[in-house]
């Protein structure tokens, strides 16, 4: 009986050592919210907004039904005098011809066109003329905490940079990202006035990049962008690639198989040639902001921050016919929107409401 008894009392806690060791139960899930997150994808990623492109028709739809739902939940009016929309000025620039670039060697100056060059329209500048020389600066990053520095020693002052895609290997991926990201900046900030990336093998970038918009916003000064605007962005084709390394230190086949990460750079013996006209357009588009006020007396002022990009890609211009030409934009980023609806349905539905404000933010551009 005392046997018993023992054994009896021991096994409560080696159940409750089993229980503990396994994994937890999941959660029940929420229909409900489900539903709602579903509903809210498949309307703002529907064919009727056209893509949700960036100032468009579209988006000023989204923008009018995220007020809705912000209304429905009980939150407060963030904008400037009560609005639900906070207007952001944003400048569009395109090319209204083809722009003319050519590659300048020891053996004379050759035109360059759109199968081999890309160049992106300018926001800063309307008329751009220049030739400039070039220095392969490897990937163009540049990463004090990882010992990463592939401008070191170069000088590429009123040159144009030539880089690599992408980020030397080894790098976290979310640094990397960052790197690739920030090309444009880095090689500003070291006096270049251009950035051209290199294509290998049968990989060709060059498509269609001459011919796409650029948009970025407009600051209350009047300036649009940051100092990367301020510089000639070009893709160049495998063919152009390696005539620009004809004559250098190291030509494209060992530049492209001596791996991947940081490299030194060199001058190149070719100039390029630049010459183009970018047309503006002014506009501007709506960021949605609802707030959930905050029921602490001492920092219900402070502010937390929720947000999720309401625009996409619009309609693509040069589809072909019976070709599905609506970037619908479910993933990127109806359904950030739709989380971060749910998630203001929560906040504010809860018996414990939140201690500082909540600030939620469908953002544009």
């Not at 906070?86 to 035109?111: D, E, K, W």
């Not at 503006?280 to 999720?308: C, H, K, N, T, Y």
Request: hydrophobic content about 45%; charged content about 15%; aromatic content about 6%.
């Amino acid at each position: 009986m005392m046997l018993r008894r023992v054994v009896r009392l021991c096994a409560a806690p080696l159940a409750f050592l089993l229980a503990a060791a396994t994994a937890p139960a999941p959660l029940a899930a929420d229909q409900g919210a489900t539903n709602r997150i579903h509903a809210d994808v498949q309307f703002l990623a529907s064919d009727s907004l056209e893509g949700r492109d960036t100032g468009s028709r579209g988006h000023a739809i989204a923008a009018q039904y995220v007020a809705a739902q912000f209304t429905a939940i009980g939150l407060t009016p963030g904008g400037p005098g009560g609005s639900w929309y906070l207007q952001v000025p944003f400048r569009r620039a395109t090319h209204p011809t083809p722009p003319r670039v050519s590659i300048i060697t020891s053996g004379g100056t050759r035109p360059v066109g759109d199968a081999d060059v890309g160049l992106r329209p300018s926001l800063t500048q309307q008329q751009r003329a220049f030739s400039a020389e070039l220095v392969f600066v490897g990937h163009g990053v540049i990463e004090p905490k990882f010992g990463i520095d592939e401008y070191a020693g170069l000088d590429v002052r009123n040159k144009i940079v030539v880089t690599i895609r992408g980020a030397p290997s080894g790098l976290p991926g979310n640094v990397a990202a960052h790197l690739e990201l920030t090309k444009d900046e880095i090689a500003a900030s070291r006096g270049a006035i251009g950035i051209a990336e290199l294509s290998f093998g049968g990989y060709n970038a060059t498509a269609g990049v001459s011919q796409q918009p650029v948009v970025d916003w407009v600051d209350r000064s009047g300036a649009v962008g940051n100092a990367a605007s301020r510089i000639a962005a070009l893709v160049l084709s495998p063919a152009l690639s390696r005539q620009l390394f004809n004559g250098a230190p190291r030509s494209l086949n060992q530049v492209a198989s001596a791996g991947a990460g940081p490299m030194r750079g060199f001058a190149l013996p070719a100039r390029l040639s630049i010459s183009d006209q970018s047309r503006w357009q002014d506009f501007s588009s709506p960021e949605v902001i609802g707030v959930l006020a905050g029921i602490d007396a001492r920092i219900g002022q402070e502010v937390v921050v929720l947000m999720a990009h309401l625009d996409h890609l619009g309609v693509k211009a040069d589809a072909v016919p019976g070709e599905d030409a609506i970037y619908n934009g479910a993933l990127d980023n109806a359904a950030g929107v739709a989380t971060m609806l749910e998630a203001a349905r929560e906040f504010a539905r809860s018996p414990s409401r939140p201690r500082r404000s909540v600030l939620f933010i469908a953002n544009t551009g």
